[in-house]
Protein backbone atom coordinates (compact mmCIF):
# COMPACT_ATOMS: atom_id res chain seq x y z
CA UNK A 1 0.00 0.00 0.00
CA UNK A 2 1.36 3.43 -1.19
CA UNK A 3 0.74 6.17 1.72
CA UNK A 4 -1.06 9.32 0.71
CA UNK A 5 0.15 12.21 -0.46
CA UNK A 6 2.21 13.90 2.07
CA UNK A 7 3.44 17.72 1.97
CA UNK A 8 6.87 18.15 3.66
CA UNK A 9 9.62 16.54 4.58
CA UNK A 10 8.74 12.58 4.79
CA UNK A 11 12.27 11.66 6.10
CA UNK A 12 12.33 13.92 8.68
CA UNK A 13 14.16 12.26 11.80
CA UNK A 14 14.03 8.99 10.32
CA UNK A 15 16.46 6.40 10.19
CA UNK A 16 20.09 7.22 8.45
CA UNK A 17 22.87 5.29 7.50
CA UNK A 18 26.09 5.76 5.34
CA UNK A 19 29.43 4.04 4.30
CA UNK A 20 31.40 5.37 7.18
CA UNK A 21 31.30 8.91 9.81
CA UNK A 22 33.80 11.57 8.93
CA UNK A 23 34.50 13.35 12.43
CA UNK A 24 31.09 13.48 14.02
CA UNK A 25 29.16 13.73 10.87
CA UNK A 26 26.38 11.17 11.67
CA UNK A 27 24.08 10.24 9.01
CA UNK A 28 20.99 11.35 11.62
CA UNK A 29 22.01 14.71 11.09
CA UNK A 30 20.96 15.43 7.34
CA UNK A 31 17.55 14.58 8.64
CA UNK A 32 17.44 16.34 11.93
CA UNK A 33 15.61 19.33 10.02
CA UNK A 34 18.34 21.56 10.43
CA UNK A 35 20.31 23.76 8.01
CA UNK A 36 22.86 24.33 10.29
CA UNK A 37 24.27 20.57 10.54
CA UNK A 38 25.50 18.20 8.07
CA UNK A 39 26.10 14.17 7.78
CA UNK A 40 29.30 13.68 5.86
CA UNK A 41 31.48 10.00 5.27
CA UNK A 42 35.17 9.62 4.99
CA UNK A 43 36.47 10.07 1.17
CA UNK A 44 35.34 6.16 -0.67
CA UNK A 45 35.41 5.39 -4.32
CA UNK A 46 31.30 4.62 -4.01
CA UNK A 47 30.20 6.50 -0.83
CA UNK A 48 26.43 6.51 -0.25
CA UNK A 49 23.75 7.31 2.36
CA UNK A 50 20.35 6.56 3.13
CA UNK A 51 17.23 6.91 4.75
CA UNK A 52 14.68 4.35 5.65
CA UNK A 53 11.06 6.15 5.27
CA UNK A 54 9.47 3.20 7.54
CA UNK A 55 6.25 3.18 4.98
CA UNK A 56 5.78 3.29 0.81
CA UNK A 57 5.12 6.67 -0.47
CA UNK A 58 4.90 8.12 -4.02
CA UNK A 59 7.54 10.18 -3.82
CA UNK A 60 7.09 12.78 -6.82
CA UNK A 61 10.44 15.30 -5.74
CA UNK A 62 13.90 14.99 -3.34
CA UNK A 63 15.62 17.77 -2.65
CA UNK A 64 19.15 17.78 -1.52
CA UNK A 65 20.72 20.14 0.03
CA UNK A 66 24.55 20.92 -0.33
CA UNK A 67 27.45 21.86 2.19
CA UNK A 68 28.32 25.70 1.39
CA UNK A 69 31.96 24.73 2.82
CA UNK A 70 33.46 24.69 -0.49
CA UNK A 71 36.24 22.52 0.52
CA UNK A 72 33.86 19.26 0.99
CA UNK A 73 31.05 20.56 -1.55
CA UNK A 74 33.95 19.49 -3.44
CA UNK A 75 33.28 15.64 -2.71
CA UNK A 76 29.62 15.72 -4.10
CA UNK A 77 29.91 17.05 -8.19
CA UNK A 78 27.80 13.67 -8.61
CA UNK A 79 24.90 12.66 -7.09
CA UNK A 80 22.90 9.59 -8.07
CA UNK A 81 19.07 9.02 -6.06
CA UNK A 82 17.61 5.62 -5.59
CA UNK A 83 14.27 4.89 -4.19
CA UNK A 84 13.44 1.28 -3.96
CA UNK A 85 11.33 -0.63 -0.96
Request: overall charge positive.
Amino acid sequence: MIARFTAGNVALNKPASQTSTWEQMVANLAVDGRYDTVACTNKHFHPWWAVDLRAAYDVRRVTVTNDHNKAVSEYRRTCFIRACN
